[in-house]
């Protein structure tokens, strides 16, 4: 038994959909579950309608008709048949966003992204599956939410694991003797029957939660890249493949912010000890990268760059100590809203953290620090994270910038950084 989860890169057109299927067909002999994203940008064109909608803009209504417009021509792309009933399933999927937008928002953002977002998930397994059906293949769609369990926390849903692994026990199995069940990344459902989300790029937690209740025998994650780099391309002109890592290693690189696994995916495959694969969809028998059980260290240093960082300094207005009842208060402060911290270092009277610069996020929280502590932030930064580091490669990522802040372990160095100024 084995897992496959495909990217919205994988998806993000019709011949993208024709690759999934012929990557499929290759394993057709062999129970597997296919778990999908949304098709190409369409999770970050729902989060500009769900703005546009909740922030009384004009444009929501525009925004709309071009997704709809883009899965449309897709379809036409892949269905000869236009009177196949994808085409009426897809349209009543979109149906559940016109019943929202109709009127002003009345609920919270958190819970309205996360019923307009899912959609993407729900649109884009409907048109795969209907394609894997239309071309011989025995495939089943099924609903996730009927599946993963969570909590209400919207956005950031937690999962409950003993109702979960009852449901995918319970039914999947079955469905695999005689088909290939086809469901969403990403999504879960209440006890309340409304659609949660488990983070943004959550499908691969999706596929690690399916694997981990079925014991799959493996897992693999088909990208756009040849697997794991030790850096992003878009910043080195020379990277090289990984091609074996550690769970601790693959948590470690995720944690920091590489952006090929989702960072809850690898724990509960550590968990079950479940092989995961990263591989290319471009070259599907390319080597790719193996996550599993070993002692083997990373073979080369591994470079992790975030942008559109921001500094927050806080220090308490009395130039007291920073002490743990200080730091509790500050955590459940970021924690309210929902800032996450990526580095972090604190001194006697000052505590200064690297986070995501989210205007508003960061704005409000600095206002409430603000009522106990003086807090100043500065934005434009870059977080450079080496894992395995010498000071080699702590140079290579230095020409011509300045260090904020940095943090060192034996393994880990992390650099908030900013151009140099002439």
Request: include cysteine; charge should be negative.
């Amino acid at each position: 038994m084995h897992i496959f989860k495909f990217g919205g890169a994988s998806v993000k057109d019709a011949e993208g959909v024709k690759n999934v299927l012929q990557i499929i067909e290759q394993h057709k002999g062999e129970p597997l579950l296919v778990i999908i994203s949304a098709m190409g940008k369409t999770t970050n064109r729902l989060e500009e309608l769900l703005n546009a909608f909740f922030y009384r803009q004009e444009t929501h209504h525009q925004l709309f008709d071009e997704i709809k417009h883009f899965h449309f021509q897709i379809m036409d792309s892949l269905f000869e048949d236009k009177n196949h009933p994808v085409f009426d399933d897809v349209l009543n999927t979109f149906v559940e966003i016109d019943w929202i937008i109709e009127e002003d928002p009345q609920d919270p953002y958190d819970y309205l992204y996360d019923q307009i977002v899912s959609i993407g998930e729900m649109v884009s397994t409907k048109i795969v599956s209907a394609y894997l059906q239309y071309r011989g293949l025995n495939a089943q769609w099924i609903d996730v939410r009927n599946y993963i369990h969570t909590d209400n926390t919207y956005r950031d849903a937690k999962v409950d694991w003993v109702k979960t692994e009852a449901a995918i026990q319970k039914d999947i199995p079955s469905i695999m003797q005689n088909a290939i069940p086809v469901t969403q990344g990403f999504i879960g459902g209440t006890s309340e029957n409304f659609t949660t989300t488990l983070g943004r790029e959550g499908s691969d937690y999706t596929a690690a939660i399916f694997a981990a209740c079925l014991n799959a025998a493996g897992l693999t994650i088909w990208k756009d890249v040849p697997g794991i780099l030790n850096a992003d391309p878009k910043w080195f002109s020379s990277t090289e493949l990984i091609p074996e890592l550690s769970y601790l290693d693959a948590i470690e690189l995720s944690y920091y912010g590489a952006n090929v696994i989702h960072p809850k995916t690898i724990k509960p495959l550590e968990n079950k000890e479940i092989t995961l694969y990263v591989r290319s969809f471009i070259d599907a028998n390319g080597q790719g990268t193996r996550i599993h059980k070993t002692t083997e260290s990373l073979s080369v240093p591994s470079f992790i760059f975030k942008v559109n960082q921001a500094m927050v300094s806080i220090l308490p207005k009395d130039f007291s100590f920073i002490v743990e009842d200080n730091l509790s208060h500050i955590f459940k402060v970021f924690h309210k809203h929902k800032v996450k911290i990526n580095m972090m270092h604190n001194s006697a009277v000052n505590f200064s953290v690297s986070v995501d610069y989210d205007e508003k996020q960061v704005s409000k929280l600095v206002e409430e620090l603000q009522q106990d502590f003086s807090v100043s932030h500065l934005a434009d930064l870059e977080l450079v994270t080496i894992r395995y580091y010498n000071q080699q490669t702590i140079d290579r990522v230095l020409i011509d910038k300045e260090v904020l802040l940095e943090v060192k372990d034996s393994y880990t160095c992390q650099m908030l950084i900013r151009n140099k100024t002439s």
